[in-house]
T-cell receptor, first 112, second 114 residues
Framework: QKEVEQNSGPLSVPEGAIASLNCTYS??????FFWYRQYSGKSPELIMS????GDKEDGRFTAQLNKASQYVSLLIRDSQPSDSATYLC????????????FGTGTRLKVLA | DTEVTQTPKHLVMGMTNKKSLKCEQH?????MYWYKQKAKKPPELMFV???????INESVPSRFSPECPNSSLLNLHLHALQPEDSALYLC?????????????FGPGTRLTVL
């Protein structure tokens, strides 16, 4: 079982819709979770971090964490064509080395 | 200033060349990272420096040699690379102890090995 799993997509949503991106992780003791957006040929850009169960909102983005079910999600409201990118989920490895474990990323396409 | 800078943006080198990638941050971060990213794959950790000391080496071949001259600078020295080393090389930094929080990435260096 992969440590951090994401559906590779592409996930296609119409402009103005809510895009829902999901990420599951295997290690129960993971404590820190991050969402990055990466445009083709560019570097990852941090969108959101979340550390506690529940929702965290920042503008059109909402991160949701459920540690009991071991998933973290990212909702993008009012999706725009400019949101079309690959979204990477990262989890801090709890092994003591504090490394990021990245998922493989979900490619999002917002259709105008 | 929340920026990590990297130079050069693009680099083409032969297998016998020696070159260096440079990374700089002025956010007062004490952890800095080198990642390698191939197309359609997530970033792959190579090295981590914490307080200017090498903290993690992910079994990277010796043809890649990292250096941290001070808390703001990180270099990656390249020698005798192979064509399969062609990739996007990303530098990142974070505030606290290695990996303990949000990492901020530089724009990357696109490396092509001929």
């Amino acid at each position: 079982q992969k440590e951090v799993e994401q559906n590779s997509g592409p996930l296609s949503v119409p402009e103005g819709a809510i895009a829902s991106l999901n990420c599951t992780y295997s290690d129960r003791v993971s404590q820190s979770f991050f969402w990055y957006r990466q445009y083709s040929g560019k570097s990852p850009e941090l969108i959101m971090s979340i550390y506690s169960n529940g929702d965290k909102e920042d503008g059109r983005f909402t991160a949701q964490l459920n540690k009991a079910s071991q998933y973290v999600s990212l909702l993008i409201r009012d999706s725009q064509p400019s949101d079309s990118a690959t979204y990477l989920c990262a989890v801090i490895a709890p092994s003591g080395t504090y490394k990021y474990i990245f998922g493989t990323g979900t490619r999002l396409k917002v259709l105008a | 200033d929340t920026e990590v800078t990297q130079t050069p943006k693009h680099l083409v080198m032969g297998m016998t060349n020696k070159k260096s990638l440079k990374c700089e941050q002025h956010m007062g971060h004490r952890a800095m990272y080198w990642y390698k990213q191939k197309a359609k794959k997530p970033p792959e950790l190579m090295f981590v420096y914490s307080y200017e000391k090498l903290s993690i080496n992910e079994s990277v071949p010796s043809r890649f040699s990292p250096e941290c001259p001070n808390s703001s600078l990180l270099n990656l020295h390249l020698h005798a690379l192979q064509p399969e080393d062609s990739a996007l090389y990303l530098c990142a930094s974070s505030h606290g102890l290695a990996g303990g929080g949000e990492q901020f990435f530089g724009p990357g260096t696109r490396l092509t090995v001929l």
